[in-house]
């Protein structure tokens, strides 16, 4: 007698491939909390000028949800497992400006100022440009790993952008910042935002390469790791270029902003931190002495250091003084708490500066210290998911270029934020999303994008392994 035992299929699979959430519902309930509430406070704005509604609610509420919409359904369609919250919160961040951008052409003094025009039509455009490159980016770069093949080109591009504002002739010098050029038809354009990304992209591939030669360490010293004299030369060519920044631009931001990052993506590539205590060190040694000879750098140091001086100067006519970091520190003051309430603040008194460099002031005294404190977690979730996108990506590169995009984008609000409440020295860059700008805008939505595709990689799900024929249904024979 013999008895035939059956031995099932085992067929193996990964637990993501089996109806792995996608969070794209998800993302479309934010996007409409994302576009309501800066038409709630487009109403708002509205009804505090003019005790009605703005005849413009409608188209633009219509223009922000239609914007929105394409920017979900190229999501959708092309990084279907992206991160969730990456784009309601840029697309919250870039409401909330459109309305105070338009909240301040309301302002009849920055009316009757010589070069006054409405910027918000503008910043609309560049909103929907924005968009359209966001959209560009998702298609075009399906894999973010091929951005690991252009590394010195990255790195070339980058310097060109920089050099193209000391161009005679497209280069402009606009108070006391030579970071724009002229582009006919177009207006001014900062070149140093793009650079940002160009960069992000030279250093990840770079130090993917090279981590392991600088993680070594010679000799230990207080505690810290010396790196090897050779191994200091990446740093110390980055370290030149900003200080060159500085000096020949007089931009202290973008110098800022280029080295952080780079210190930022060292010490999480090589995981030393005593890169990081070079990198500060270094940092603070070019801008003290950059600052003893550049007078644009002197001047924004001393209004940083005795902003009532400056604006008391600037009153009595002194040329080479300004009132601006005087006029923030007061739009925060009489914010409070809790704001004086959208358009029934006096941030105009800052002029040109309002809707771009100080649009956080307008944001302080309107909305108050809560207000600004509900901007700043929006700007840090941001950095958070980024960050998280990061820690989750299956590659080195895409981790490297993760952290520096979101370490360029979280120095930069630093910076602006810092500059504009009087922790820092202002440094004349835009606060991203919000300020009016359409650099910074389609820098900073390009940025998003390419953050959604790492996301999109490594929240995707591994395909289940094909079948295999050996596998198949077997009979054991075994005597009774």
């Known amino acids: 007698m013999s008895s035939t035992t059956n031995t099932p299929t085992h067929h193996t699979s990964t637990i993501g491939a089996i109806g792995a959430p996608s969070r794209r519902n998800t993302e479309l309930a934010l996007l409409v909390f994302a576009v309501a509430i800066p038409v709630f406070a487009y109403a708002n704005v509205g009804l505090a000028i003019d005790d009605k509604v703005p005849a413009g609610l409608l188209s633009y509420g219509l223009g922000l949800g239609l914007l929105a919409a394409v920017g979900h359904l190229a999501v959708r369609k092309f990084a279907p497992y992206a991160d969730p919250m990456l784009l309601p919160l840029a697309t919250l961040l870039n409401g909330l400006g459109l309305v105070v951008i338009w909240r301040l052409d309301q302002s009849k003094l920055l009316q009757s100022l010589p070069n006054y025009f409405q910027a918000a039509p503008r910043q609309l455009l560049y909103t929907a440009l924005g968009i359209g490159l966001f959209v560009v980016v998702l298609i075009f770069l399906k894999d973010h790993r091929v951005l690991q093949r252009y590394t010195y080109i990255s790195m070339f591009g980058a310097l060109v952008l920089l050099v193209l504002p000391l161009v005679p002739g ?10 724009w050029i002229n582009i006919p038809g177009l207006g001014s354009l900062q070149p140093g935002e793009f650079a940002k990304i160009a960069l992000a992209v030279f250093f990840a591939g770079y130090l993917m390469v090279k981590r392991d030669a600088l993680a070594l360490a010679s000799r230990r010293f207080m505690g810290l790791y010396l790196p090897r004299g050779r191994d200091l030369g990446p740093i110390l060519v980055v370290w030149l270029m900003s200080i060159l920044i500085l000096v020949f631009e007089t931009d202290l931001g973008t110098s800022l902003l280029f080295f952080g990052m780079f210190v930022i993506m060292l010490y999480v590539a090589t995981e030393r931190t005593s890169w990081i205590v070079f990198g500060l060190l270094m ?18 140091v001393q209004a940083w250091l005795d902003p009532m001086k400056e604006y008391t100067l600037s009153q009595q006519g002194v040329v080479g003084h300004s009132e601006q970091s005087m006029q923030a520190l007061w739009a925060f003051g009489s914010g409070g708490t809790l704001g004086t309430g959208l358009g029934q603040g006096h941030s105009d008194l800052i002029r040109f500066a309002a809707n771009s460099d100080f649009i956080l002031a307008t944001f302080g005294e309107e909305l108050g ?3 600004i404190m509900a901007i700043l977690l929006i700007y840090g979730l941001i950095v958070e998911r980024g960050v998280r996108t990061a820690l989750a990506a299956r590659d080195p590169f895409g981790k490297l270029l993760a952290v520096g995009l979101s ?11 810092g500059g504009v409440m009087g922790l820092i020295p202002l440094t004349g860059m835009t606060m991203p999303f919000m300020a009016y700008g359409g650099s910074s805008v389609l820098a900073n939505w390009a940025l998003i994008g390419i953050l959604i595709r790492i996301s999109d990689t490594a929240r995707r799900p591994a395909p289940a392994p094909a079948g295999n024929p050996d596998a198949e249904m077997t009979q054991v024979v075994r005597p009774s």
């Open 407 to 417: 370490g360029a984008f979280a120095l930069q609000v630093f910076v602006v934020a």
């Open 170 to 179: 497209l280069g402009a010098n606009i108070y006391g910042a030579k970071i």
């Open 283 to 300: 940092s603070a040694a070019g801008a003290v002495g950059v600052a003893s000879f550049e007078p644009h750098v002197q001047q924004r």
């Open 369 to 371: 210290l809560a207000g």
